[in-house]
C-alpha cells in the first residue's frame, strides 16, 4: 500500500481482473473431494470511502464504536471495493440436509476462506500495479475481533456497496443468494459507486423463517440471531471437526440460498 500514482482502474477492470483470477486460481479446487470447485465467479460492489453509512456502522445499535471507516484504515481512501464469492451447487446442495455439517461445506468454510484471503490479496496489488494506494482491512494487522465482533464487518460493508441486504439470519442475500463468502479491499483509486437497488436494510429478507427452523443451535428467532448461541455452536463443531468448522444450516436449504426470494406483500 506504498505507491501513488495515476489511477486508471474502472469497475469493469476489477471485475474482469477477479473473474480471471478465480477462473486460474487452483486454491479454488479441493481435489481430494474429486476436484471440488468451490466458488462460482464473483459479484463486485463499488462504496464510496466516505458513504455516511460507514459513519453509522459506529452507533451501538448497528455495529458499535469499535468499526473502523474506510479512511481510518486508508487516510487517502476513496473507494471501497466488496465482493460476494458464491458457493456454487455442489457445496451448497451437500449442506442442504438438516443435521451435522456437509464435508463440502467444511472445506468451503476453511480452505475457501483461505482462497478469499487470495482473492483479497491479488486485488489489493492490482491497485498498488495501477500506481495506488490499497489495503484489505481483514488482513491488516489492525484488524481485531474483541468479544466476537470485529473492527470492519464485510457484510456490512457490501450492504454500503450495493452487493445485497440482511436476512433474518444475518447473513446478506446477494442477487445470487446468501451462500457464501464475503471480502473487501480499501484504495485510494475513485471508482463510480454501485447503485443500491434497495432501501432497506432487510430488503430482500421473506421473513418466511425458514432459516428458524434449520438452525441446528437455534440461534434464530423472529427477533433475528443470536450470535453467541451460534458462534458457541460452531466452537463445539470445530472440536469435532478440527482443523475445519463451520454450518451454513441458515444459508442452504432456504429460499435466499441462491437467490433473491420472492417477497410476498399482502394485498392492499
Known amino acids: 500500500m506504498r505507491r501513488t500514482g495515476v489511477e486508471t482502474l474502472n469497475l469493469e477492470e476489477v471485475s474482469q481482473s477477479a473473474k480471471d ?19 462460482d ?40 471495493i466488496s465482493f460476494f464469492l458464491p ?19 467444511l472445506y468451503g468454510r476453511i480452505e475457501g476462506e483461505g482462497f478469499n484471503v487470495a482473492l483479497r490479496e491479488f486485488m489489493a496489488h492490482l491497485f498498488i500495479d495501477a ?18 465482533k470485529s473492527n470492519w464487518s464485510e457484510r456490512h460493508v457490501a450492504y454500503i456497496a450495493g452487493l ?15 451462500a457464501g463468502r464475503l471480502g473487501s479491499v480499501v484504495t485510494s483509486a ?19 423463517g425458514s432459516c428458524i427452523a434449520r438452525c441446528p443451535p437455534l440461534a434464530i428467532t423472529e ?25 451454513g444450516k441458515c444459508q442452504s436449504g432456504v429460499p435466499c440460498e441462491a437467490q433473491i426470494p420472492v417477497v410476498a406483500f399482502p394485498a392492499g
Open 21 to 39: 483470477f478465480c477462473l486460474n486460481s487452483p486454491l479454488s479446487v479441493v481435489d481430494e473431494l474429486d476436484s471440488l470447485q468451490i466458488f
Open 41 to 80: 465467479l464473483p459479484l463486485i460492489g463499488i462504496a464510496s470511502a466516505s458513504d455516511s453509512l460507514f459513519d453509522e456502522l459506529k452507533e451501538d445499535s448497528v455495529v458499535g464504536s469499535h468499526h473502523l471507516s474506510p479512511k481510518e484504515w486508508l487516510e487517502n481512501a476513496r473507494s471501497v
Open 87 to 105: 458457493f456454487t451447487k455442489r457445496v451448497r446442495e451437500a449442506n442442504r440436509l438438516l443435521g451435522l455439517p456437509a464435508t463440502e461445506w
Open 131 to 148: 500506481g495506488c494506494y490499497a489495503v484489505a482491512p481483514a488482513l491488516d494487522t489492525r484488524y481485531k475481533v474483541t468479544n466476537r
Open 164 to 178: 445485497g441486504t440482511f436476512s433474518l439470519s444475518c447473513s446478506l442475500i446477494t442477487k445470487q443468494g446468501s
Open 190 to 208: 475513485e471508482l463510480a459507486p454501485t447503485p443500491r437497488a434497495y432501501q432497506s436494510r432487510d430488503e430482500y429478507c421473506s421473513k418466511c
Open 223 to 247: 427477533r433475528g440471531k443470536d450470535h453467541a448461541v451460534c458462534s458457541d455452536y460452531l466452537d463445539r463443531v470445530k472440536v469435532r471437526y478440527s482443523p475445519r468448522y463451520g454450518c
